[in-house]
């Protein structure tokens, strides 16, 4: 029998060859929503390397969802189909992709993060930014609070996007409500002070997430895998937190979702995070024990053996690495290699490997 790490994990009808997954990561190069060689690289390189999962970065599904001016977009069908040579590519070299579909809310219109400046203004390609209530984010625009009308509008928005990127052939649909971004500010009572239906309570805050994740699994197959990447916690007294995240999760199984990918933060600059390895992979565990949900874990996961212990031990189902797999695109044929498991490269590559093929 393979290691853990190493083992296909069936959910639904697709069939992932292992548990070392690619995370979502921002790169702040697309223009005007529209992916270009950057992403076909950076993507591929991943699919080379032995990544059981792909996750292309958050993706606004209108453009007013992007954090930034360089994000991407699948708000019509030709960004869309900018995906599907990446698509293709991945499948070619054995892996699956999924792609995290997203609304920044009051943390979007921003400059690249490498600007001498924050927030775009209107000739740089800037908006108006949006959220659960008028409260800016630190530094940042005060946003306009959604009617009902508006968010009604924007559940349409991510259905017609999850369409669309099945139609590109994308094996996973993620939805983000994580990171303080749109979903995450209405579930939070730290930035959901509505009275309405939409607020009010721990039901009308999960409310708008709860429509989403009803209106992607509607118009997905049925076959196919719908993950929902939350924050387990804001970090800060008041605010959101694991009980309230196991409630969530319970809520989202009902409705269809197969799998948690679990994270932490980003809703609050103050927030005081005991960064370290594996900090946030008890709250994967906390939430697939108690919501009896499949769970990803993240956040500094570096090491071949420590990611093997998280599977093993049934922390979680599988690992999703960032930073180490943007060090190190091959980092899952690395670990294999490490843990004492013969693994498949490239045939490009068999000159390199550490076991003769």
Known sequence: MPIALFREMKIRDLSIPNRAWVSPMCQYSA????????????????????????????????PEGRISVGCPGIWNDDLAQAF????DFAHSMGSKIGIQLAHAGRKGSTMLPWNDH??????EGGWQTVSASSIPFTGMQVPHMLSTTEIVSLVDHFGEAASRAVSVGFDVIEIHAAHGYLLHQFLSPLTNQRTDEYGASLQGRMRFLLEVVQRVRKVIPEGTPLFVRISATDWVEGGWDI????????????????????SSGGLMPNAVIPVGPGYQVPFANEIREKAQIATSAVGVITEAHQAEE??????????????????????????????????????????????PH
């Open 31 to 62: 223009k005007n929503g529209l992916i270009g060689e950057w992403h076909r690289i950076h993507l591929g390189a991943f699919a080379t390397g032995g990544a059981g999962l792909i996750f292309v970065e958050a993706t606004g599904v209108v």
């Open 84 to 87: 599907k040579p990446i698509v």
């Open 118 to 123: 924050l927030i775009a203004t209107p000739e």
């Open 243 to 262: 009980d309230q995240s196991v409630i969530l999760a319970a809520e989202l199984k009902k409705l269809g979702v197969d799998l948690i990918d679990v």
């Open 310 to 355: 998280i599977i093993s031990s049934g922390k979680a189902d599988a690992v999703m690495l960032a930073r180490e797999m943007l060090r190190n695109p091959r980092w899952a044929l690395a670990a294999s290699e490490e843990l004492g498991q013969r693994a498949t490269w490239p045939k490009q590559f068999t000159r390199a490997t550490k076991i």
